[in-house]
């Protein structure tokens, strides 16, 4: 079992919807990153969280540390929020790397 | 700057040919990474330097050799690589190694090993 899980591994969407991605973790984290990768490779870094809720423009992100899960919302999504999400988790036991999920690819169809 | 520069975009090599790529960041950061990410998989870290000194190496092979001239600098060195090797590799950098440190990413070089 991995120690960071993301679901859903697919997501399409119609332009507009309400878009959420969920994120559950295993192991005893200092932090959780949401990561936006477009097509082509660049990784931009959406929030960094370490309790209750962050919120930029249309996204906002989530955490329960008590539940061990963090869900990104996106508001209204549009053709350009189409890329790949990613949940990361710092560990300090493992010297505070960063420990990836799989990542959700998301389409918005206009 | 708040930006995280890779050189080269694209390097297409063959397994005997030697090559470096660079990365270099401007933000006074002093923790610097490579991460190997394989087609439809989330990125693997490799090294990281810490204060310009290695502090972390992910069991990398030797043919990946990686370099921190200065604060601003970081490269890899390939020689000898594999086609298994072909990748993006992501450079990132962060104030410091410890937790809750945002990491810049470059926009990575994509590697092609013939």
Request: net charge positive; aromatic share 8%.
């Amino acid at each position: 079992k991995n120690e960071v899980e993301q679901s859903p591994q697919n997501l399409t969407a119609q332009e507009g919807e309400f878009i959420t991605i969920n994120c559950s973790y295993s192991v005893g984290i200092s932090a959780l990153h949401w990561l936006q990768q477009h097509p082509g490779g660049g990784i931009v870094s959406l929030f960094m969280l370490s309790s209750g809720k962050k919120k930029h423009g249309r996204l906002i992100a989530t955490i329960n540390i008590q539940e061990k899960h963090s869900s990104l919302h996106i508001t209204a999504s549009h053709p350009r929020d189409s890329a790949v999400y990613i949940c990361a988790v710092e560990v300090s036991l493992y010297g505070n790397k960063l420990v990836f999920g799989a990542g959700t690819i998301l389409r918005v169809k206009s | 700057d708040t930006e995280v520069t890779q050189t080269p975009k694209h390097l297409v090599m063959g397994m005997t040919n030697k090559k470096s790529l660079k990365c270099e960041q401007h933000m006074g950061h002093r923790a610097m990474y490579w991460y190997k990410q394989k087609a439809k998989k989330p990125p693997e870290l490799m090294f990281v330097y810490s204060y310009e000194k290695l502090s972390i190496n992910e069991s990398v092979p030797s043919r990946f050799s990686p370099e921190c001239p200065n604060s601003s600098l970081l490269n890899l060195h390939l020689h000898a690589l594999q086609p298994e090797d072909s990748a993006l590799y992501l450079c990132a950098s962060s104030q410091v190694h410890n937790s809750y440190n945002e990491q810049f990413f470059g926009p990575g070089t994509r590697l092609t090993v013939l």
